[in-house]
C-alpha cells in the first residue's frame, strides 16, 4: 500500500469518488482498491472488487488493485480473486513488488511460479529492485513502476533524466 500512497501523492483512496489521475499530464484515470486492512480474507476482498468494478463499470478508467501474495490454501488465499480475473474480460497487468520496505523479505521464486501458474489472462511484471528501509531505492521503485504504467497505457513518460 505504501508503494501506491507514494505513486498518487495520496495517503486515502475513496473507492466511490471520481477516478484520479497518477499524472497531472496524464489523460488517464485510475481507481485504487485496497484491503480494509493486511489480513483482509481472500472472499472479503473479491467481493469488494467486484463491487467498485461494477459500480464504476461506464466510467472509463482502470483499476490498481493492492493484493498480499497468498497461496497456501488459507483464507487469505488469493486464488479465488485470481480466478475471477482470468474469467474476466479485463486487460490484466500484474506487478509483483519483490522486495519489502519493513525489512529484508523478499518474495519467494516458489510463490511467483505459483502465480505464473495460476495466471491465465494477464502479464506478470516484477519489480526486483531491493527497497528494505532505504527511501532512494523506494522511490526509484515507485518512479519504476510509474513508468512501466505509462509504457502499458502507451504513454511517454519522463522519468526526469
Known sequence: MRTLQYLF???????????????????????????????????????????????????DTSFLINLNLVLD????DIRKILSYFNQSAFEIYYFVLYSSWFDKRVVCREHIVQLEQLVENGSIHILERLVTQSGLRFNERVEELKEAIGRILGLVVDSGE
Not at 483512496?13 to 485496497?34: C, G, H, R, T
Not at 490454501?73 to 487469505?76: A, D, I, K, L, T
Open 9 to 59: 501523492r495520496r495517503k486515502q483512496f475513496y473507492l466511490f469518488k471520481q477516478p484520479i489521475k497518477l499524472d497531472a499530464l496524464w489523460s488517464e484515470k485510475f481507481i485504487v482498491v485496497n484491503a480494509r486492512s493486511p489480513y483482509s480474507r481472500a472472499d472479503e476482498q473479491l467481493h469488494r472488487i467486484r463491487s467498485v468494478i461494477q459500480y464504476h463499470t461506464v466510467s
Open 73 to 76: 490454501n488459507s483464507q487469505f
